[in-house]
């Protein structure tokens, strides 16, 4: 195989073939179930699907098949399949195999765009395609079969490969199983699976992703009154929902450093964690964690660099992400409010039993209400972490290989602080497979929030690191 011919096929896919149909994906917006109830009224996730069903069909790839798969009320899934190829061409439908995955589906527009730039409004900038989607993860069925039309045109081989695509994933995959369940036939039991959707700490090099946090979402209401009355009257004698909720807030989180007090929410930080921090640190330096667009004078929590890694990766955190019951301040009047409701969202380390921690929550924050007050927590949401499995010896010789060629320098491993739970549902369907999680999810290309963007550069050579990770599988896997 000709790496060289590989990257140059890969860039030249992107240029003339990927951009134009991204920039017109762009344009859709296709949001994820959650955040558009009348999705399948809307038709936007549907011509989102065609789209990009559309472009996976005029690939110039001998064999391959296109599918909509769409179990009754779900989103949509594209499902290609890919024969193998070269040495690998011979290959049954139940010889070894690669399952690389993505998504279509959209976070919500968000507010604070810059001028110039908005979320359905795609741009090309300094090598940067804004808009929202483009990293977040419209670009990976193009980064998939771009890696396997290059890899043939360089003359290297690979195994039959399946490329699913997913519309549910912003609302935390809950089509997945069903969707996975409907093609079982199909996907049998892949050795590899290529998820297309995490982050890198930088541009320069691979990057893979070796855990993600668990999470848990709930709504805390704390009731003191049935109406608002004068806080003149009330002041003093009433209690204040606030200050309740403030008080319950501090059973499971110490207030003045942000520990999580509730023991079924931390688990043992393993060595191997605590050493890639400080691998990370010691090649990145602060580069390892974001830059945060943070006010003049902040301090941030934590003793340096590698207890920031090891407090976003490993350990457990709570944010307060929204409120009820709090009038706007600029026409609040002088009210004793009746209740406060706040929206809680709890990060958990990789291993914790999200589902365990979540009993312990609500147990704490509604057991014995202070001043006899109503206090109730609703669970919204509850997703478990992930931890990568062991990596074969001639996985992690191919990621060296493909960073090394590719790039120009050595493949870096990452733990993540956000939550994926389609990572975790890949890996429960096959245990048996080696998974490899990466992204183009860098510095300042801010997924979820105003200026999205996608670094071309990193795209194109993503493709080609994923074409060298193909060809040794259907050498090694």
Known sequence: METEKLLERASSVWESDVLPTLETYVRIPNLSPQFAPDWKSDGHMDRAADLLAGWCRARPIDGVRVDVVQPPGLTPSILVDVPGHGAASSAGEDDPQVLLYGHMDKQPEFTGWREGLGPWDPVLEDGHLYGRGTADDGYAVFCALTAIEALRAAGGSHARCLVLI???????????????????????????????????????????????????????????????????????????????????????????????????????????????????????????????????????????????????????????IGAEGLPDARVAGNVLRPYTALELGFRLPPTCDAARAAVALERALTADPPYGAEVSFEVQAVADGWAAPSREEWLSEALAVASKSCYGLPWAMMGEGGTIPFLGMLNERFPGAQIVATGVLGPGSNAHGPNEFLDLAAAMKLSAAIGVVLEAQSRNG
Not at 200 to 229: F, H, K, M, P, Q
Not at 231 to 252: K, T, W
Not at 257 to 274: D, K, Q, R
């Open 166 to 320: 997913e519309g549910s994933e912003e609302s935390g995959s809950p089509d997945l199983p069903a969707t996975l369940e409907a093609i079982a036939g199909r996907v049998g039991g892949p050795r590899l699976v290529v998820a297309l959707d995490t982050g890198c700490a930088t541009y320069d090099r691979l990057w893979c992703t070796e855990s993600l946090r668990g999470l848990i979402n709930g709504t805390l209401e704390v009731r003191v009154l049935s109406e608002g009355v004068h806080s003149g009257s009330a002041g003093g004698v009433v209690p204040s929902s606030f200050r309740i909720a403030r008080m319950l807030l501090s059973r499971v989180e110490d207030e003045a450093s942000g520990e999580i007090l509730l023991e079924e929410m931390n688990v043992p930080v393993p060595t191997a964690a605590v050493d890639a921090a400080r691998s990370l640190s010691e090649l990145v330096g602060e580069a390892a964690l974001e830059d945060f667009p943070v006010v003049d004078g902040l301090r941030l929590t934590g003793s340096g660099t590698v207890d920031r890694i090891l407090s976003r990766t490993w350990k457990p955190s709570l944010s307060v």
